[in-house]
């Protein structure tokens, strides 16, 4: 389940420290200890305690402080028993939008600890809590291009967005719309087309309906196109039929695309907007 959790949201350069976590692998000094490296152990943030992996992420009342600005600004507790509860109490929280972004300000809350503590031990450099804390922001609005979910009407979305200064990409509005079918002249054949394209380009496939001037129902078909651009399969969806047309020697036809680009280039001379390899 977590690592379901984390695979689907967090890039792999920040979930290698997360491994390393769980599994205590972080290269702190009491880790190094227990290898038989023998130094002097001191947390570089407080200058209080040894260091260990337990107390620079979740024992430090200098790194809390990050812990304090996310709990603060979701108006909800954290269970900083250990790594692995800590991201799974995000599947309790919110949408599917407010989860994902929880996780993303954990894990890189996690990750600026490590990366901060490193420059702190070995050059001697060190950021206030509130760079730290512009750095999370940073890397959760990076990362949050990659989330395709959407928020809900809720104040823990509100928190969790207003906190990073993300949208709250609220779901579609569904729209209904009445369509009329419009009846052709007498004895005009009307030629309904459409055609859909899983991706640009990607498998397409076009559908077309005959129907006579009194709505009865003449005929029908689909065919697939293979991989096409959607353009390319707006212009098949209405060029299978006129060969149709012409093998049936049908005379007085309406047809009708939902593809403004495509009738604009029917109602010009010449190529324009055609797909070059469409040309003749
Ligand atoms: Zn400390």
């Known amino acids: 389940m977590l690592r379901d ?16 976590l769980f599994h205590n692998k972080i290269p702190t000094d009491e880790n190094l200890g227990k290898r038989g490296s023998c ?15 337990e107390h620079i992420f979740f024992r430090c009342c200098v790194t809390f402080s990050l812990w304090d600005w996310l709990k603060k600004g979701m108006n909800r507790q954290l269970d900083l ?12 929280i919110g949408s599917k939008l407010a989860q994902q972004l929880m996780t993303f ?53 509100f928190h969790i967005t207003h906190l990073i200064h993300v949208p709250l990409r609220p779901p579609r509005t569904v729209v209904t719309t009445d369509i009329f079918w419009i009846h052709p002249e007498m004895a005009c054949i009307k030629i309904t087309v459409d055609g859909s394209s899983y991706g640009s ?3 397409s496939t076009i559908g077309v309906v005959f129907r006579d001037w009194q709505a009865g129902f003449l005929g029908c078909f689909v065919q697939n196109l293979g991989h096409a651009t959607s353009l390319e399969t707006k212009f098949s969806a209405l060029m299978f039929p006129i060969e149709k047309v012409v093998e049936q020697n049908l005379s007085v036809v309406w047809l009708e695309s939902d593809s403004l680009m495509v009738v604009n280039a029917f109602n010009t001379n010449g190529d324009a907007g055609v797909p070059w390899r469409m040309r003749v």
């Open 201 to 203: 380009p990607s498998i």
């Open 81 to 92: 028993s250990n790594c692995c509860n800590l991201i799974l109490g995000t599947s309790r």
């Open 105 to 157: 300000a954990i894990v890189h809350v996690l990750w600026i600890i490590w990366i901060e503590r490193n420059k702190r031990y070995f050059h001697g450099i060190q950021a206030n809590i509130g760079t730290l804390i512009n750095r999370v922001m940073s890397e959760v609005r990076l990362s949050f291009d990659l989330v395709l979910a959407r928020g809900i009407s809720s104040m823990t979305d």
């Open 5 to 20: 959790r984390l695979q689907s949201v967090i890039p792999p350069s920040r979930a290698f420290i997360l491994w390393r």
């Open 39 to 53: 130094i002097v152990s001191i947390c570089h943030f407080c200058l209080k305690q040894s260091e260990s992996s």
